[in-house]
């Protein structure tokens, strides 16, 4: 009876994601990312310097790091959606009334919120590798690049929007939507910036900068995510080119992510997760 009433409200929460305005926006800043991606790569495809036209080498190394900066464009249009849609979800729901109809029923509000949480994990990290897979697919066709690891990446890019639903959600809880969308946008860029800082100090040798970067991805694991993302996506030579130095890039991963992490990733969406239905539980509606 709870696996079916989850079902049911998760395919319900997927058809409300697909009715809102929210998908049409997402929709056309991905098909205007793609498309001026696509000019971008082909250009890259016949660009010259001082010393010649590129080789084909060279032209794929370079794709691999634009692909980096692509990917992270497509997973701060994940996260702008994600979040919006996240908010309304409890938030929204309780302030209209819908909530008052839904849990009137012999329903527990762990399971309404389960069903919830899984809609919009589903339908965000869908839309992750949809994008996704197309912006690999045009890189392809016009340089001739394949990441090495793309089923990795996707999952990972996938997962990074899981969690920031789950912080959207925890939030939601207990302030407007509005202010729970904002909120959890402003993190995730906030821990992308913490990652950029922790790697300059890195490259410096200052351990208090690079811990920086360390704590914030133990806080939000949305930048650790992203990083092994960026690492299965790039080519293998990046790191031979750039040398120690490119730790300090924003879009160059030095290594895969460890098993610990993900497992933290993993518990800390468990963690977040049981917060948000502890919060709503007691929540007055």
Known sequence: MTARTVLTVAALTLREA??????RALAVLTLALLALSAWGFSRLAVAETQFGALTSGQARLVASQLL???MFG???????GTAFLAGPTLAG????????AVLARPVRRS???LGKWLGLAVFGGGFVVVAGLAQCLVVLVTVDYWPPNIVGALALLAAQTVVLLTLGLVLSTVVSPMASGVVAVGLFG???IAGVVGG???VLGNDGVARVGTVSRMLLPTDGLWRGAMHALQDPTALAVFGPEGAAFPFLSEAPLTAAYLAWAVLWVAMVWGLAAVAFARKDL
């Open 18 to 23: 697909s009715r809102r305005k929210v998908l």
């Open 74 to 80: 497509l997973s701060l249009i994940a996260a702008l």
């Open 190 to 192: 906030a821990a992308w």
């Open 200 to 202: 300059v100090g890195e």
């Open 111 to 113: 399971t309404v919120l």
């Open 68 to 70: 980096n900066l692509v």
């Open 93 to 100: 729901e309780a302030e209209s009334g819908i909530s008052l």
